[in-house]
């Protein structure tokens, strides 16, 4: 049975930056692409950036782009979201996702097959 156990997040002011972390368990970590998504209170959940299996290749949502990024180690299954100049804008519940192929680092939540728990993320202004 695959897991992801998400940590980080919390409460932070405008400005901030933060780490978001996810570990894997369950299958071979190292084969999939992995992503984020994150949900506004009263809105839909959207895709936040997304990995593939290597680590080289990266996908972000435009509203993220030059503020955040994602990484991987897969020796320890982990995969990171660090998140700069944080905006009250990105206040939501973050969750980690898994993919179901090694490279495909799509926006489309229908590719990802496993979710984290997810963590509440706070900006204040």
């Known amino acids: 049975q695959v897991q992801l156990v998400q940590s980080g997040g919390g409460l932070v002011q405008a400005g901030d930056s933060l780490r978001l972390s996810c570990v894997a368990s369950?299958?071979?970590?190292?084969?999939?692409?992995m992503g984020w998504f994150r949900q506004a209170p009263g809105k839909e959940r959207d895709f936040v950036a997304a990995?593939?299996?290597?680590?080289?290749?990266?996908n972000y949502a435009d509203s993220v782009k030059g503020r955040f990024s994602i990484s991987r180690d897969n020796a320890k299954n982990m995969v990171y979201l660090q998140m700069n100049s944080l905006k009250p804008d990105d206040t939501a519940v973050y969750y980690c996702a898994g993919a179901n192929t090694p490279y495909d680092i799509t926006p489309d939540e229908r590719w990802y097959d496993y979710w984290g728990q997810g963590t509440q993320v706070t900006v204040s202004s």
């Open positions: 990995i593939d299996w290597s680590g080289g290749g990266t």
């Open positions: 369950g299958r071979t970590f190292s084969r999939y692409a």
